[in-house]
């Protein structure tokens, strides 16, 4: 993986109504780890299971491999355009399409909300069912949005921060899985048998492949969260440097917990009773054998899905406003508070679509939904980094050998194809989201057409007074 040969120039700096670059190496990537470590690995390994079986940890290790390949791509996109419109501005700038750059950016910003709103139901369910159940769970989740939009509109250093915190707080909820599962294979506890058994329909080399393309669907849900990252660009310091590192960092550090997480899962609990919980991570605790408190790691869980919310409603505002300033969005999602310098139209409106979310699917539909609007947004992102090599730029950035994003768009096709099993209302609800930007478009090129011919008729009646 080289760099390409150019003028090493800095990108300029945004003007007055840009974003502050706050963001150096070491927050970029605890932001990154914290970004994809979260509700993913706390919430929806126990639906893996339900899926596969005891041999949860390969959907875990695929997900890891799909997940290098389309860093690689992301890597050298950023680096070529540092903007916070990520996935939209590539689409644009390799296809030239306004209609696709619109559907692209739509269904990342969807992404993210559903995996901020399947982050809100982890919060409300059995984690916090460890200390109370007097809530209803639909208020719970609708509260904690509205608070995470507070928090995200005081600005980026703040919640960056917070981000930092949380993150150390999940690394060490995870870290006492770990010395769980260790105590566990020194005691000689737990059912090793179980780490290769596979529970997929019929048994048929058909349903056996499907069940594992479909558990790896989910479990890419995990995986999610670096492409977020991208949008971090115009807020951070030097980033054709800092984001190569922090993103493959950031991606092989959570790769590694999840499989050995789900190593430890699969020794400790079997696939049945980890498939019918929402917090499969506290019956790993439950049965563990060491006396940590069930309530203590649950308040961990807590603040691992917390920060999982926060993080993409921070990205899904900062989308907003990338592609206001794009001009794909109306140019009021890009206005941003005069002394915070946060985008407050982008975070009031993704945080009213969250609450709207969370009213209306449950952890694993909205995982899945999330997972599958993403692969398909990398499947088109691995193909724009092929097309944009015709465009060089004139400072160096990161280039990842040819052969990865081509491995990439074939594995994120496969893996949001039917061939993984998938519940129908994944498709269902990714077509009204999809059916939604569709309109959303329409009435923003009918607003921008209505705006040009009032100019032009202005010019005109000008004129005519002149």
Same mark, same amino acid.
């Given at each position: 993986?080289?760099?390409?040969? !150019?003028?090493?120039?800095?990108?300029?700096?945004?003007?007055?109504?840009?974003?502050?670059?706050?963001?150096?190496?070491?927050?970029?990537?605890?932001?990154?780890?914290?970004?994809?470590?979260?509700?993913?690995?706390?919430?929806?390994?126990?639906?893996?299971?339900?899926?596969?079986?005891?041999?949860?940890?390969?959907?875990?290790?695929?997900?890891?491999?799909?997940a290098v390949l389309t860093a690689a791509s992301?890597?050298?996109?950023?680096? /070529?355009?540092?903007?916070?419109?990520?996935?939209?501005?590539?689409?644009? /700038?390799?296809?030239?399409?306004?209609?696709?750059?619109?559907?692209?950016?739509?269904?990342?910003?969807? %992404?993210? $909300?559903?995996?901020?709103?399947?982050?809100?139901?982890?919060?409300?369910?059995?984690?916090?069912?460890?200390?109370?159940?007097?809530?209803?769970?639909?208020?719970?989740?609708? $509260?904690?949005?509205?608070?995470?939009?507070?928090?995200? &509109?005081?600005?980026? =250093?703040? =919640?960056?921060?917070?981000?930092?915190?949380?993150?150390?707080?999940? &690394?060490?909820g995870l870290g006492v899985i770990l010395a769980?599962?260790?105590?566990?294979?020194?005691?000689?506890? !737990?059912?090793?048998?179980?780490?290769?058994?596979?529970?997929?329909?019929?048994?048929?080399?058909?349903?056996?492949?499907?069940?594992?393309?479909?558990?790896?669907?989910?479990?890419?849900?995990?995986?999610?969260?670096?492409?977020? @990252?991208?949008?971090?660009?115009?807020?951070?310091?030097?980033?054709?440097?800092?984001?190569?590192?922090?993103?493959?960092?950031?991606?092989?550090?959570?790769?590694?917990?999840?499989?050995?997480?789900?190593?430890? =899962? @699969?020794?400790?609990?079997? =696939?049945?009773?980890?498939?019918?919980? @929402?917090?499969?991570?506290?019956?790993?605790?439950?049965?563990?054998?060491?006396?940590?408190?069930?309530?203590?790691?649950? &308040?961990?869980?807590?603040?691992?899905?917390?920060?999982?919310?926060?993080?993409?409603?921070?990205? +899904?505002?900062?989308?907003?406003?990338?592609?206001?300033?794009?001009?794909?969005?109306?140019?009021?999602?890009?206005?941003?508070?005069?002394?915070?310098?946060?985008?407050?139209?982008?975070?009031?409106?993704?945080?009213?679509?969250?609450?709207?979310?969370?009213?209306?699917?449950?952890?694993? !539909?909205?995982?899945d939904t999330t997972s599958f609007l993403l692969?398909?947004?990398?499947?088109?992102?691995?193909? +724009?980094?092929?097309?944009?090599?015709?465009?060089?730029?004139?400072?160096?950035?990161?280039?990842?050998?040819?052969?990865?994003?081509?491995?990439?768009?074939?594995? @994120?096709?496969?893996?949001?194809?039917?061939?993984?099993?998938?519940?129908?209302?994944?498709?269902?609800?990714?077509?009204?989201?999809?059916?939604?930007?569709?309109?959303?478009?329409?009435?923003?090129?009918?607003?921008?057409? %209505?705006?040009?011919?009032?100019?032009?008729?202005?010019?005109?009646?000008?004129?005519?007074?002149?």
């Amino acid at each position: 993986m080289t760099s390409t040969p !150019g003028h090493a120039a800095q990108v300029d700096e945004p003007e007055g109504g840009g974003l502050k670059r706050v963001l150096g190496p070491g927050l970029l990537i605890l932001f990154v780890i914290g970004d994809i470590l979260g509700t993913g690995i706390y919430a929806t390994t126990g639906k893996v299971a339900g899926k596969v079986g005891g041999a949860l940890w390969l959907p875990f290790v695929i997900g890891f491999v799909v997940a290098v390949l389309t860093a690689a791509s992301y890597v050298e996109l950023v680096g /070529k355009y540092p903007k916070a419109a990520g996935a939209a501005l590539y689409t644009q /700038k390799a296809f030239k399409v306004p209609f696709l750059t619109f559907i692209v950016a739509f269904m990342v910003m969807c %992404s993210g $909300l559903s995996s901020a709103s399947a982050a809100a139901r982890a919060f409300s369910g059995d984690y916090l069912a460890e200390f109370t159940t007097a809530i209803p769970a639909t208020l719970v989740a609708i $509260l904690f949005v509205v608070a995470l939009a507070a928090l995200n &509109l005081r600005g980026v =250093s703040e =919640s960056v921060k917070t981000n930092v915190v949380l993150t150390i707080v999940e &690394l060490a909820g995870l870290g006492v899985i770990l010395a769980i599962g260790a105590y566990a294979v020194l005691t000689d506890g !737990g059912e090793p048998g179980r780490l290769t058994e596979f529970e997929t329909g019929d048994g048929t080399g058909y349903a056996l492949m499907t069940g594992i393309l479909g558990a790896t669907a989910l479990g890419f849900f995990a995986f999610v969260g670096f492409e977020d @990252s991208v949008n971090m660009a115009e807020e951070t310091k030097d980033p054709q440097r800092t984001f190569p590192r922090a993103i493959f960092i950031g991606v092989a550090v959570t790769g590694t917990l999840y499989v050995l997480v789900a190593l430890v =899962s @699969s020794l400790l609990v079997d =696939s049945r009773t980890l498939g019918k919980s @929402s917090g499969p991570l506290l019956e790993v605790v439950k049965a563990g054998g060491l006396d940590f408190p069930p309530k203590l790691f649950a &308040l961990i869980a807590l603040f691992a899905v917390t920060n999982s919310a926060l993080i993409n409603i921070m990205m +899904a505002s900062r989308l907003c406003y990338g592609m206001a300033n794009e001009r794909i969005l109306p140019r009021a999602m890009a206005r941003v508070l005069p002394r915070r310098r946060t985008p407050v139209v982008g975070i009031v409106f993704v945080s009213l679509l969250a609450i709207g979310l969370v009213s209306t699917g449950e952890i694993a !539909g909205l995982g899945d939904t999330t997972s599958f609007l993403l692969l398909c947004v990398f499947a088109v992102v691995n193909v +724009a980094v092929l097309v944009l090599r015709k465009s060089p730029v004139e400072h160096r950035h990161f280039r990842t050998p040819t052969i990865l994003p081509v491995l990439g768009a074939l594995a @994120s096709l496969v893996l949001a194809s039917p061939l993984a099993d998938r519940p129908a209302e994944v498709y269902v609800r990714a077509g009204v989201l999809l059916a939604i930007g569709i309109g959303l478009w329409a009435l923003n090129k009918a607003v921008m057409r %209505s705006g040009g011919e009032a100019e032009t008729r202005a010019e005109d009646a000008r004129a005519k007074e002149g």
